[in-house]
């Protein structure tokens, strides 16, 4: 039997190509969203829901795809939502949901799957988070924030999870179109108009494909982005400077 990789938020997006990629490298795939996935997609879909403080059926659902498919040899966490827009404008509870399914809801999906791996002493953990984890963004302070966290809380858990020989990886990209910069709530401004056409879904499948096969433990995801996060540790703060006289 091929091994399982278990995606989380597969139903669309970046976590569809990430399953279907997989797919095509040799896993049998198990997705976990609150919708089914598309009819063409090749892997089996369990239903929960990631923003629910009490649970959400996610620990039913990855046991699920464990009794169908077996242990998980990868879990990549794709799903995400954002409440964007004017800080103090942000609703605390649209706030506190995109903390529920950035932070919270890898934080659940670890801690069911981690001790599976390290009993085994076998597994990758990918998470996709953003540029914005790794810099601040106008208009991106909860989702960027929430990502941030789950940025630190995933480098602390690697140090404790190599000595199972579980790897934890992470994947930054940008602007990927999706539909979920529109999906996303706008608060208290309209939504800004998205500059450049950003990378493809299957770009960023195929940067979590090569983390999972290779020896990386990270990847910034387009040359735009790569460019940003070299700008910020060759000239800490230009790229700031710039934003905030644009924003003028
Ligand atoms: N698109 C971008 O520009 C971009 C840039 C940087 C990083 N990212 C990150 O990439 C990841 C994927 O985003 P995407 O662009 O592929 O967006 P997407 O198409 O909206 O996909 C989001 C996925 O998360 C799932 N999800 C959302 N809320 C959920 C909930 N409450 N419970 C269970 N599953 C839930 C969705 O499934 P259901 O709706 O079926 O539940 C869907 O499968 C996210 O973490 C996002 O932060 C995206």
Redesign the pocket.
């Known amino acids: 039997m091929n091994a399982h990789a278990l995606v989380v938020?597969?139903?669309?997006?970046?976590?569809?190509a990430v399953a279907r990629r997989l797919r095509h490298d040799g896993f049998q795939v198990s997705g976990?969203?609150?919708?089914a996935a598309p009819v063409d997609a090749a892997h089996r879909s369990f239903g929960?829901?990631?923003?629910d403080p009490a649970g959400?059926g996610v620990e039913e659902a990855i046991a699920a795809a464990v009794a169908a498919l077996g242990e998980p040899e990868v879990l990549c966490y794709?799903?995400?939502?954002?409440a964007l827009g004017a800080t103090l404008a942000v609703p605390t509870e649209a706030a506190r949901r995109s903390f529920e399914?950035?932070f919270w809801?890898l934080d659940r999906c670890v801690r069911a799957v981690l001790p599976r791996m390290s009993a085994r002493r076998k597994g990758s953990i990918v998470a996709?988070?953003?540029?914005a984890a790794l810099r601040a963004i106008p208009h991106e302070t909860y989702y960027a924030a929430a990502?941030a966290a789950a940025d630190r809380y995933l480098g602390c858990l690697a140090h404790e999870a190599a000595r199972d020989n579980v790897s934890i990886k992470t994947v930054y990209?940008?602007?990927?179109p999706?539909?979920?910069?529109e999906?996303a709530g706008w608060h208290g401004m309209e939504r800004p108009a998205v500059s450049g056409s950003?990378v493809s879904?299957e770009d960023v499948a195929k940067a979590v494909a090569r983390l999972v096969e290779g020896a990386a433990s990270r990847a910034v995801v387009g040359w735009r982005e790569r460019a940003i996060v070299l700008g910020d540790r060759l000239l800490p703060g230009a790229y700031d400077r710039l934003l905030k006289r644009r924003s003028r």
């Open positions: 938020g597969a139903s669309s997006g970046i976590g569809l976990l969203a609150r919708r929960c829901d990631l923003s959400g794709c799903a995400g939502h954002a399914i950035n809801g996709v988070l953003s540029l990502k990209p940008g602007y990927v999706t539909g979920f910069f999906r950003g879904p």
